[in-house]
Each structure stands twice: as structure tokens, then as C-alpha cells.
């Protein structure tokens, strides 16, 4: 299993807000949002964490799973870093409103393949 770590920023005035508009982002992307957390941003509003497992056997499997997992909480998604060894990404225009910015990062874990046959 290839995990993916996830940071959603809001716009919300308080921690059940927030946690109200995870749920709804998680709806939208239809995947399980795995130990939640969320906390003040110190900029204002506040900024939820989670893990999101993907059950893939090939890293380009991984990938795709990912990418689509945040094509269903935004459009406009910026993908960075050397797709090989890891995935960045964010997400500007987000479906759920209230929901200012949603970013991911994952790495390659070492004893993932990478071919498509292992897919």
C-alpha cells in the first residue's frame, strides 16, 4: 500500500467547521481520509492533515490513484517534483467551498515496482 499525506487549508472560524467541510471533501473525492487531524493555521482559518492509503502494486499505479483522487476535490490541479521518486501536487479551485487550498506529497517507497505489468 502506497500512502499519500494530504493538507486541506480552510477559510473556517472554528475546528468543527473545519472538520465539517473534511467530511464533505471526502465525499467529494471518494476516498478514506485516514487519522484526521486538525489544527489552527496561523494565518487564520485552520488546516486539517491526513493520510490517504491507496492499494496499488506499481508506483505508476500509485500515481494515477492519487491524481484522481484530487481531480475529484478540485480542478486545476499543479503537479511538481520528479514523478519517479515522488509526486507533489495542489489544488487552487477547490469543489467545496470554504476550502481555500488542498495539497499532497508522496514518495516512492523503495520496494514499490514501477512497471505496468505489476499493476
Not at 72 to 78: A, E, K, L
Amino acid at each position: 500500500m502506497v500512502v499519500s499525506r494530504w493538507r486541506v487549508f480552510t477559510e473556517t472560524s472554528d475546528s468543527e467547521a473545519a472538520r465539517l467541510l473534511i467530511s464533505r471533501l471526502q465525499e467529494s473525492a471518494n476516498c478514506e481520509f485516514l487519522s484526521v487531524a486538525i489544527n489552527d493555521y496561523h494565518k487564520g482559518g485552520h488546516v486539517a492533515t491526513f493520510d490517504v492509503g491507496h492499494d496499488v502494486r506499481s508506483w505508476q499505479a500509485a500515481v494515477y490513484a492519487i491524481i484522481t483522487c484530487a481531480q475529484m476535490m478540485g480542478r486545476s490541479c499543479s503537479v511538481a517534483g520528479l514523478i519517479e521518486e515522488e509526486i507533489d501536487l495542489v489544488i487552487a479551485d477547490t469543489t467545496i467551498s470554504g476550502v481555500e487550498l488542498v495539497t499532497c506529497q508522496c514518495f516512492r517507497p523503495s520496494d514499490l515496482g514501477g512497471n505496468q505489468e505489476d499493476d
